[in-house]
């Protein structure tokens, strides 16, 4: 079926939902439902305000609108009818007065009469899979100076088999927000006393430092270097940087000896100072500054989700200083790491984009032309194919965008890559190039995970919390069946720290089957299973989260397979 056909079912659904609510609440003044993306909304002023309970009534009753299979009829009436008809709703006669022909829709369901330029299924029968989804409160014309009101949220989809398909997905987003795992796994909190900057307990800060690692090795392969540059800098700086014109209403700001600072929102000047701070020759070219850079950006309190939407976070930030003629290949490059690290994490569908030069922006088109060439050059030879996002680049420069899907159908914008020729010039930053001139470098600005607290959180439902052994904070934990075995788990709990493993032993007295069940709620990769069996040929069984056994393994085959699973 069509998106169009589904907008005529859900928006004849919405009529479905006003119908049953006039007839449950009389005296509720009806206002607009239109389909959406997800479904329906439709906005009312009842008489009383509505709570989640009633929902299941309305539903209800919409079964049975439906089952009267009603004929949807639609016809054009005069204004003046149409005044008569609904005089007591102040928000119809309003939008009968800004409908500029003469004549204006009328639909009718039963006794049921909406304002309506229509565009519906032909009867009510036709809707039969549909779903009321919650409550929530909105205003007419969505002004916050205007009347508030009710909205009623629903899906409809043409069969039971979509509807059921919804239903369980819309259960798996509610089980694994990542929130909720955060809690259950102790990974991290949320504190009133800091709203909006989270808290990563010892678990969570593993996973954290696990991604740095394997960012900070690959770091070293391409050949960067790590720098480490100031919280708080002064206001000058982000004045120079044009951060203070453009994004002051995201920064916070604070005083010290009498002159203003500003908490960075970004790393890049720091970057820039350290360049900027003794002469540069080409031979250095590429140059690569990387840092995990702890950035914090105002958020407003009612946008704020968990880790997605925070007030600090931590990006992977990486500055490359270049000549225009490197410009391609160090993108290439960039593109290679991205490819790898998403695809590590199992991310099977990646997309690029190219943004371009935005309304509010600096330098010239020629400038924007070419570092717009450059990204797309390099995406060209690099072989993907990727969109082109008009106006969407940043205030200093065109950016590449990448965009994953997680196991749940869901897109997420990570990584970015942005060409920059306007900072070199606010930060006078130069090198002397082979000919002896002074020359200003270009600047990559690239992240690959973005903020790390978000790319967690993504990570964290992309597993549904079951993290793959390479970055599970606890990657193996030994049980032992009977105290007999103790001597033997310590030794082996030992030599896989030894080895670098992060891992655990339960010698508790719990019988083995609940020993499991806490490891499997725990969402351990591996348990290694020890008996007298295994003490005595000097092996383990290896118990994997999703139920797989493997038993009588060596301690060589155990490590080479481990350590295989750790490697970059
Ligand atoms: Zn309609
Ligand atoms: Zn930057």
Known sequence: ??????????????????????????????????????????????????????????????????????????????????????????????????????????????????????????????????????LSGSYWRADKSKQALQRIHGTAFFTAEELSAFEKHQEDLLQYDHRRLGKQLDYFSLHDDAAGFPFFHPKGQQIIMTLMAYMRQLHKEYDYKEIATPTVLNADLWRRSGHYHHYKENMYFSEIDGTQYAIKPMNCPGAFLIFGHHPRSYRELPLKLAEFGHVHRFELSGVLHGLLRVRAFTIDDTHIFCTLEQVEQEILKILEIAFRVLKKCDFTSINLAVSTRPAKSMGSDAEWKLATKALEDALTKFGQPFAIQEGEGAFYGPKIEIVIKDAMGRAWQTGTVQVDFFQAQNFDLTYVSAEGKQERPVIIHQAIYGSLERFFAILLEHYKGHLPFWLAPVQIRILTITEGQDAYAQDLYARLKK????????????????????????????????????????????????????LGVSLDVLLKKAHELNAV
Request: proline share 4%.
């Open 1 to 134: 079926m069509a998106q169009n056909d589904l907008s005529i079912l859900r928006h004849s659904a919405a009529h479905l939902a006003a119908q049953a609510i006039l007839e449950l609440y009389p005296g509720t003044l009806l206002t607009i439902g239109p389909a959406t993306e997800e479904g329906f909304f439709y906005d009312f002023l009842p008489p009383r305000n509505l709570k989640e309970e009633d929902l299941h009534a309305i539903e209800e009753r919409m079964h049975e609108l439906s089952k009267k299979n009603y004929p949807l009829k639609h016809r054009d009436i005069s204004k003046d009818e149409a005044r008569a008809l609904f005089k007591n709703n102040p928000f119809k006669l309003e939008m009968i007065d800004e409908i500029p022909s003469d004549m204006v829709g009328l639909s009718e369901q039963g006794d049921f009469k909406d304002l309506c330029r229509g565009g519906h299924v032909t009867s009510t029968g036709e809707i039969k899979h549909f779903k009321l989804l919650g």
């Open 499 to 550: 080895e670098g493993m992060r891992v655990e032993v339960d010698l508790s007295s719990d019988k083995i089957t609940s020993k499991v069940k806490s490891a499997q709620l725990a969402k351990i990769p591996w348990m290694l299973v020890v008996g007298n069996k295994e003490v005595e040929a000097g092996t383990v069984s290896i118990r994997y989260a999703d139920g797989k056994q493997e």
